[in-house]
Nanobody
Framework: QVQLVESGGGLVQAGGSLRLSCAAS????????VGWYRQAPGKQRELVAI???????NYADSVKGRFTISRDNTKNTVDLQMNSLKPEDTAVYYC??????????????WGQGTQVTVSS
């Protein structure tokens, strides 16, 4: 059974920083893209940042230049450094890891979510 455990969320003032971490435990194999999504109240879940197994990154336009995603394949972790936070960054942040077997079977693991609240 694979579990993704997120940490690092909390309350911060606008302009501040937070670092989210996600660690995978269990029988991990075939991890490819990993990323962070967020969901604000009344809104759909959206992609924040993603990093491929080849360390290619992609960010939502709203966070470019402020957030940085990184991964450690030896530890099966993915982090999200969030700087210059804005009230509109307030949301539940979810860690995501996509996997694929040698036979082409694909799936995804999700964390339980961590709350990030940015006060104005």
């Amino acid at each position: 059974q694979v579990q993704l455990v997120e940490s690092g969320g909390g309350l911060v003032q606008a302009g501040g920083s937070l670092r989210l971490s996600c660690a995978a435990s269990g029988s991990i194999f075939g991890i490819r893209d990993v990323g962070w999504y967020r969901q604000a109240p009344g809104k759909q879940r959206e992609l924040v940042a993603i990093i491929s197994s080849g360390e290619i990154t992609n960010y939502a336009d709203s966070v470019k230049g402020r957030f940085t995603i990184s991964r450690d394949n030896t530890k099966n972790t993915v982090d999200l450094q969030m700087n210059s936070l804005k009230p509109e960054d307030t949301a539940v942040y979810y860690c995501n890891m996509n996997w694929m077997t040698a036979r082409g079977l694909m799936g995804a693991y999700w964390g339980q979510g961590t709350q990030v609240t940015v006060s104005s």
